[in-house]
């Protein structure tokens, strides 16, 4: 199946600064890839849409400028949580989709981002 | 706006048994996909098995089948012969064929596998 991959899985960052998450397709190209966020227990939100060559589309209540989103190439992804606190602290995961029909979507192994 | 509701936090089942996990999922579209997707402790999502919606027959992938009632807006998850490593959270997800790839999930069952 194809693989999308995620990276890193684990980051500690100190408040206040940015941390850049990576998203790539391995072995196919994805013209959109999906960010979401998990707390413990809890299921996936949407965070945005990415679109290659053109701007995220953010679900409401997120912070576009906080988390910034850059889709450059079909096999990359990147989101970015600028001026990172506490409370940014949570696991997030991005997926890219395989194709209208079947529409199978295929998730990475998600970032757990600490902020001390 | 379509909404996917899995009533069930928690289940258990004794292992080598059959367990069945709950999903309902509100919507006007006629067209839609519907999905089963399993999170391990690792938290990688993994697709458990699909159903397109203009489908009557139910998908099947080993010991996993799902009852689909497209009236009720009900699609279920059956696992036959339980194992250990089926233990995770289950989310039941939703998609339209005319809201690109976006999917919506459920709250998630965690499912607990007695030896």
């Known amino acids: 199946g194809a693989v999308v991959s995620q990276h890193p899985s684990r980051v500690i960052c100190k408040s206040g600064t940015s941390v850049k998450i990576e998203c790539r397709s391995l072995d196919f190209q994805a013209t959109t890839m999906f960010w979401y966020r998990q707390f413990p227990k809890q299921s996936l939100m949407l965070m945005a849409t990415s679109n290659e060559g053109s701007k995220a589309t953010y679900e409401q209540g997120v912070e576009k400028d906080k988390f910034l989103i850059n889709h450059a190439s079909l096999t990359l992804s990147t989101l970015t949580v600028t001026s990172a606190h506490p409370e940014d602290s949570s696991f997030y995961i991005c997926s890219a989709g395989v194709g209208q029909v079947p529409p199978f979507a295929f998730f990475g192994q998600g970032t757990r981002l600490t902020v001390v | 706006a379509q909404t996917v509701t899995q009533s069930q936090p928690e289940m258990s089942v004794q292992e080598a048994e059959t367990v069945t996990l709950s999903c309902t999922y509100d919507t006007s579209e006629s067209d839609y996909y519907l999905f089963w997707y399993k999170q391990p402790p690792s938290r990688q999502m993994i697709l458990v098995i699909r159903q397109e919606a203009y489908k009557q027959q139910n998908a099947t992938e080993n010991r996993f089948s799902v009852n689909f009632q497209k009236a009720a807006k009900s699609f279920s998850l059956k696992i036959s012969d339980s194992q250990l490593g089926d233990a995770a959270m289950y989310f039941c997800?939703?998609?339209?064929?005319?809201?690109?790839?976006?999917?919506?999930f459920g709250a998630g069952t965690i499912l607990r596998v007695k030896s």
């Open positions: 997800a939703y998609r339209a064929v005319l809201y690109g790839n976006k999917l919506v």
